[in-house]
């Protein structure tokens, strides 16, 4: 058995450098000009023949990987500056010299450590300082009359595997299992043993020292050892964790537009919390929640304090206070619709936010299975529904964790089985006890009339709202792990004089679980609770009642149509809702996904669900395109137990952005 080091890898501070060459030159790069990106795979016409300079072809043979081809390119000054002819033969010999000392470094970076490069120009080969002289005789010998035909002829050789990865501390002593679990080392028999896999592995470890709390760990020495007879490479790494540590002071250098006392406000570490790229993570996500904010840096201290913390830098600037937007839909349910909004994001310098928004929307164009039942019922509209409503938001309330919310609105709701004309306002205080738990308490005050199948309610409702929210996944759009829950309870007593006097109380959550490392299977779930009591339903506003069914319910089903059913067997809601929902998110490649779902739910006419009444069902696939922003989510669901009569379509698609939930 022969072994030996391999020079790309031996020494820690060339070879970090080396690595890194190769991991980038492995990186996509931007198409040639006239390639019309990439379509076509065409190539710029070399120059013509010259008296004054020797155009060239280049031909690169022996490889069909692209990442390997793509880096050979990228390396080669051939290749690089073929449009830019040597003036004579020596330039192109000198190229070519070049070119042998680079190119083989490339084929060991991707793992092929017995590779070998030759170039031949006009047939003559390149194989050091005896053969300069006949192959720049041989170029010149196209002067005038053709382009000197070059190849570069690449034997790739066997691929090498990562066969063992060790871990030691700067004495010599391994890590324990505790420390360093197996995952980190663990290797497969499939697993190239090039320059950028090694680089990730060694990273990888660097990060599990930073988790535990050690922010300068670093590798002190990547030795690895290549075997070619067995055609394997093992690697051996030192890993100086360095001392642990805690999250120490964090200072905040804000712009003169917004006062920094707001900006602590949403900093919920304390000095001597456990340091991690996490915790510091946090701190930037918790202060990227200021609408006024634009650019958020958080930075990490080059040394540790007194008390052995790292002290945190975090620096801020202020974004465009100023936004007006105006958005078109349609849906085939609500029909065409805009919507017009004005927002100011840092009002007067403490981050208060006032928006104001305009939504006008027209039934009459959408799906309206119901519109004769609608008449029949003496529900009559023009089908023309809108809403008007201002927000403000103080965040900070003198320095403090506690926000104010202020809302009012006037609105025409317009459903396919009902309609609500209303007003009202409310007033709250939220307290946010950290950046993923709040709760909320406020007064709120509604006046309106509803009419349904079943009548016509005119209510005035003031009540005290209080809510909890919790929140611990990693991702708004598209979360891979945590889970969430909305619950909140709103007493409308009649001795506030709410007619009629109504306790409205709501619950929901879902929780998201990664099956692997990657993140690539995910199971998801998600349930809904609701109950509404103190007056019969057909007292209760329909804006209050529970309605099942739609891309944010049960799939497959019409929107807000599951649930009791009045005259006319138009849908009128209910007084209390159970709804479930189970998900497998499976990525097949880094931007397309597959997703098959299952939902269940349905609106009661009693306060509480009663399950000896018909749980409505629907199961489908979806299928996502996750982009940077967000997943593109595509869902088909079919419903299970259809009821004749009822007009359920046997399909629905959702289109939207994010995923269900």
């Known amino acids: 058995m022969h072994v030996r080091m391999n020079c790309l890898l031996r020494s820690p501070a060339l070879g970090g450098v080396l690595l890194t060459v190769a991991a980038l030159l492995a990186l996509p790069q931007p198409a040639e000009a006239f390639d019309l990106f990439g379509l076509f795979n065409s190539e710029e016409e070399p120059p013509a023949p010259s008296a004054s300079a020797l155009p060239y072809s280049l031909r690169i043979t022996g490889t069909d990987d692209s990442d390997v081809l793509r880096a050979l390119q990228d390396t080669s000054t051939l290749y690089r500056l073929r449009q830019d002819a040597p003036p004579d033969g020596e330039g192109l010999v000198r190229r070519a010299e070049a070119d042998l000392r680079r190119l083989t470094d490339v084929l060991s970076g991707y793992g092929y450590y017995q590779g070998t490069v030759s170039i031949r120009i006009d047939g003559v080969p390149v194989t050091g300082e005896a053969s300069l002289v006949a192959a720049a005789r041989a170029a010149e010998g196209s002067r005038a009359r053709a382009l000197v035909p070059v190849k570069i002829a690449v034997d790739l050789g066997p691929l090498y595997t990562l066969r063992t990865v060790r871990v030691l501390d700067p004495r010599g002593r391994p890590f324990s299992e505790e420390v360093l679990p197996e995952r980190f080392t663990r290797t497969g028999d499939d697993v190239p043993a090039r320059s950028a896999t090694v680089l990730a592995r060694e990273a990888k470890i660097v990060d599990r020292f930073r988790a535990l709390g050690h922010p300068f760990a670093k590798a002190v020495t990547r030795d690895p050892v290549v075997d070619d007879a067995a055609h394997v490479m093992d690697v051996t790494f030192t890993i100086d964790p360095g001392p642990m540590a805690g999250l120490g002071e964090v200072a905040v250098k804000a712009t003169d537009g917004i006062d920094p006392a707001v900006i602590r406000s949403f900093i919920y570490s304390e000095p001597g919390d456990p340091y991690s790229p996490k915790a510091v993570a946090d701190i930037r996500r918790s202060v990227a929640r200021i609408e006024g904010l634009g650019a958020v840096r958080v930075r990490e201290g080059e040394t540790l304090d007194a008390q052995g913390n790292l002290p945190i830098f975090v620096e801020v600037s202020e974004r465009e206070r100023n936004l007006i937007g105006v958005a078109a839909r349609y849906s085939t349910v609500d029909g065409p619709g805009v919507r017009a909004y004005y927002a100011n994001r840092n009002l007067w310098g403490g981050g208060e936010t006032l928006r104001l928004d305009a939504d006008i929307y027209y039934l009459g164009l959408g799906y309206d299975p119901f519109a004769t039942q609608r008449k029949l019922a003496g529900i009559d509209t023009t089908g023309l529904g809108g809403r008007l409503s201002a927000t403000f938001v103080k965040p900070a309330l003198g320095g403090t964790r506690n926000d104010l919310l202020a809302n009012a609105f006037v609105t025409r709701e317009v459903q396919q089985s009902y309609f609500v004309d209303a007003a009202g306002a409310s007033v709250a205080v939220r307290h946010r006890f950290s950046d993923t738990f709040s709760a909320q308490i406020g007064l ?218």
């Open 444 to 661: 709120d005050g509604q006046v309106g009339r509803s009419k349904d199948a079943i009548g016509t309610v005119d209510y005035r409702l003031i009540g005290v709202p209080l809510s909890v929210t919790y929140d611990s996944t990693d991702s708004l759009l598209d979360p891979t792990e945590g889970f969430r829950v909305i619950a909140s309870a709103a007493p409308y007593p009649g001795f506030l004089g709410s007619d009629p006097g109504i306790f409205v109380a709501k619950a929901q959550g879902s929780t998201y679980y990664a099956l692997d490392d990657e993140r690539k299977y995910v199971l998801a779930g998600r349930f809904g609770f609701g109950s509404v009591s103190g007056a019969r339903l057909d007292e209760i506003p329909d804006n209050f009642r529970f309605f099942a069914g739609g891309g944010g319910s049960v799939r497959g089903f019409a929107f807000r149509t599951l649930g009791p059913r009045g005259p006319f067997n138009l849908p009128i809601g209910g007084r209390s809702l159970l709804e479930a929902s189970i998900e497998a998110r499976i990525k097949v490649t880094d931007t397309i996904g597959i997703v098959p779902f299952f939902d269940a739910g349905t609106a009661f006419a009693s306060t509480l669900p009663d399950f000896d009444e018909r749980i409505r069902k629907a199961a489908g696939i979806g299928l996502r395109y996750y982009t940077g922003i967000g997943p593109i989510r595509a869902d088909l669901a079919f419903p299970l137990d259809r009821i004749k009569g009822n007009r359920e379509l046997p399909a629905a698609l959702y289109i939207s952005l994010g995923q269900a939930f």
